[in-house]
C-alpha cells in the first residue's frame, strides 16, 4: 500500500519511514512529493506519464528518498531532487532491471541537495540534467558508488546534457568497469572526479564545460586520457 495523503490536487509520500509503491499503479493526481523523512520503493513497473511531477526531498529543512531496484521501472514527465531550501533528497537507481526514465525536466539540486546513485547495471534515461540550478543547491551524481565508498558497478547513463548550474554540482565516477562509456554533453562550471574504473567520454564537444577534471591517481589518469577530449 502507498502511505499518502491528500493536499488538493497533490499526492503526499510523508510522515512515514517507507512507502512502497505497487505493481502497476495508476494515480489521479498532479504532483508527488516524498519528503518529511519519507522513502518510497519501487520494485515493478510504475507509470506516472499523467502526472506532472515527482519531487524527493521537496520541503525545506526535510528529507526524502527513493529507491529503484529489482524489476523496478519508473516513468515520470518531471523529476526534481532536493528542490526545498536546505531540503535533502537522496535516490537510489540500482540492479540490472532497474531503470529510471524522465521525459521532460530533471533537476537534481534546486534550492536544497540532491544525491543520485547510479549502479549494479541499471538505467537512467533523460534529455537533459540540471546539476545543482541555484547557487544555495548542491547536486551530486554518483556513476557506482559515492566518494570514499567502496567502488561497485556501473550503469547506463542514458543522458544527452548534464548542465551544472550555480550551486555545487559534481559528477562522481567510482566503478568497477573495465570501459564505462558516458556519452553526456557537459556544459557549465562543475567537478568532475574520477576514482576508480575505467571511463570514456565518447561525446566530442564539451567546449560549454568549464569546471574542473580530478583524477586521483594513475589508473584514473589513464581513464581521463582515454576519452575523447574535454
Do not use: W
Amino acid at each position: 500500500e502507498i502511505l499518502s495523503g491528500l493536499v488538493g490536487s497533490e499526492m503526499c509520500i510523508r510522515d512515514r519511514d517507507t512507502g512502497v509503491v505497487p505493481e502497476n499503479q495508476q494515480f489521479d493526481f498532479n504532483m508527488i512529493y516524498i519528503s518529511n523523512n519519507g522513502e518510497a520503493t519501487i520494485t515493478s513497473t510504475v507509470n506516472l506519464d499523467d502526472i506532472n511531477s515527482l519531487y524527493v526531498g521537496s520541503d525545506s529543512n526535510e528529507t526524502g528518498a527513493l529507491n529503484i531496484q529489482d524489476n523496478g521501472q519508473l516513468t515520470i514527465r518531471n523529476f526534481y531532487i532536493g528542490s526545498g531550501k536546505d531540503a535533502e533528497g537522496e535516490v537510489l537507481v540500482t540492479g540490472g532491471n532497474a531503470k529510471l526514465t524522465v521525459m521532460n525536466t530533471s533537476t537534481f539540486g534546486y534550492n536544497g541537495n540532491a544525491k543520485f546513485t547510479l549502479n549494479n547495471g541499471a538505467t537512467v534515461t533523460a534529455n537533459t540534467i540540471r546539476l545543482a540550478s541555484n547557487n544555495t543547491s548542491t547536486g551530486t551524481i554518483n556513476i557506482g558508488a559515492a566518494k570514499g565508498e567502496t567502488a561497485v558497478s556501473g550503469g547506463t547513463f542514458d543522458v544527452n546534457i548534464i548542465e551544472f548550474g550555480n550551486g555545487n554540482g559534481t559528477l562522481v565516477l567510482n566503478h568497477t568497469d573495465g570501459g564505462l562509456q558516458f556519452r553526456s554533453e557537459m556544459r557549465g562550471n562543475g567537478n568532475i572526479e574520477l576514482y576508480s574504473g575505467t571511463t570514456r567520454f565518447i561525446h566530442n564537444d564539451h567546449n560549454l564545460f568549464s569546471g574542473d577534471i580530478k583524477p586521483v591517481s594513475y589508473t584514473h589518469l589513464r581513464a581521463h586520457e582515454t576519452r575523447e577530449d574535454l
